[in-house]
């Protein structure tokens, strides 16, 4: 049997106990497993029989592991019997540990309350970007730069042409490293080389070898070569332009499924359209869950905050390692630490937080369901994306299934929200500029098998929690493995 204290700040103080027999049980237990460390004159190593143990080394060399592994049953069974939804990592603090047995206690931080304001009937701006026969000859543009030809020219160097060069970067006449290439393919006008260099190519010709000068930034990342002021030996090989197609009937029926270039035209148009609309509508749901957040009363624990930071981090680690990049080495080149980026994000992860928590909430107020329609629409909406069938899906997925109804019902709850909220007329800043950028989803999280799967792990993972304070009998530090029960992205 176990007893709750709630605290402030969303702590619960759950107190438990263990009797003398349960602790001796335990400390056979944790013999058990550490008996191949035991050794002790006349006995070979892990053959140590637990009675000389306890006389050799003192029953307080057992405690850390028979603490951990009473509390690792009785935690969980606590957790469950008072049906508390944990945010945190608990915390145990030993009480007593006598003849009487152990009595202890574990601190948590449980998901706050949520006092929900208005969430119907918001008034929120809503805006789309304007598609018009300019953006459409943008892209006809971008399409036929994509399918430029990049041909050998005979005159000098121009903007936008790419010249295959070797250069040799000299500092008070000594080379220094890294400033060396061969055979180097240069797009003029790139940026991709340090301000000065690419301009200082233009209306030189094949063939011409000659020096430029060049001062490198002052927060460049080598720093013997911040505001260093160097001199490249520059040898051009060749120049070469893009040849951009004619925009005609020929350039639709090579690039797209189309007879004519009006037929394209009208694709196109209608494809920006739909993703205009597709835009305007999730900025609009963003907001509008922004909104309701505002209006709801939440005294969110800063360890949520922090778990999201956690996420984020880790999430933008992944996708920059993805792309080969090490997000450590990015912000390096940034001159920012991991632990200023992280702290960067925590009004995002503050945010996201509290839209989950009043999504959540609001969900259970209008009883949102997810229905087997909706479940097996969502299955077969990841079997499309990763090329699977559902079957495959279904079972990649485990005991994750719930995880992907929640994130049904998410999506459902957020859906009803915008339909009931109302669309208002925005500024002129936010029409001009908001209205433009494609929009960010921070809400309605979308369930994948990898997500899905890493969620499952986060939600019930297994973490060690630091002891307070121990009896005189043991003065180590104790720890239980403890279920986490944060909500994560």
Known sequence: ??????????????SLSATKEEFNEALKASYSKNKKRFQVPGFRKGNVPYQLVVKYYGEGVLYDDAIEIIANKAYPEAVKEHNLEVVSRPSLDIQALDDDGMKYTVTVTVCPEVKLGKYEGVEVPY??????????????DRMAKRNASIEEVDRPVADGDTAVIDYEGFKDGVAFEGGKGEAYSLVIGSKSFIPGFEEQLIGHSAGEEFPINVTFPEEYHAEELK????????????VKAENIPAIDDEFAKDVSEFDT?????????????????????????????????????????????????????????????????ELEMYLKYL????????????PMASLRVRSNLVIKAIAAELKMEATEEDYDKELQTMADAYKMT????????????????????????????????????????????????????????KASTKKTAEAKEDSASEEKTETKKTTKKSTAKKSIKAEEASDKE
């Open 127 to 140: 805006s789309k970007r304007e598609v018009t026969d300019e953006t459409v000859q943008e892209e006809l």
């Open 261 to 325: 270039v009006d037929e394209l035209r009208a694709d196109i148009k209608r494809s920006q359209e739909e993703k205009a609309e597709k835009e305007a509508n999730s900025a609009f749901e963003n907001e509008v869950v922004r909104v309701v957040g505002e209006n709801a009363e939440i005294d969110i624990p800063d360890c949520m905050i922090d778990t999201e930071v956690e996420n984020m981090v880790q999430d933008q680690s992944n996708r920059m390692r993805q792309q080969g990049i």
């Open 335 to 346: 001159g920012q630490t991991k632990e200023e980026f992280a702290e960067s994000m925590k």
């Open 1 to 14: 049997m176990s007893t709750i204290e709630k605290k402030e700040n969303n702590q619960v103080v759950i």
């Open 390 to 445: 559902k079957d495959d899906i279904r079972n990649a997925l485990g005991d994750n299934n719930e995880f992907v109804k929640e994130s049904i019902v998410g999506r459902k709850t957020v859906e009803y929200l915008a339909s009931k909220a109302v669309k208002t007329e925005p500024k002129a800043e936010e029409a001009e500029g908001e209205a433009k950028k494609p929009a960010k989803k921070t809400t309605a999280k």
């Open 227 to 238: 505001g260093a002021e160097v001199v490249f030996n520059i040898k051009i090989h060749t």
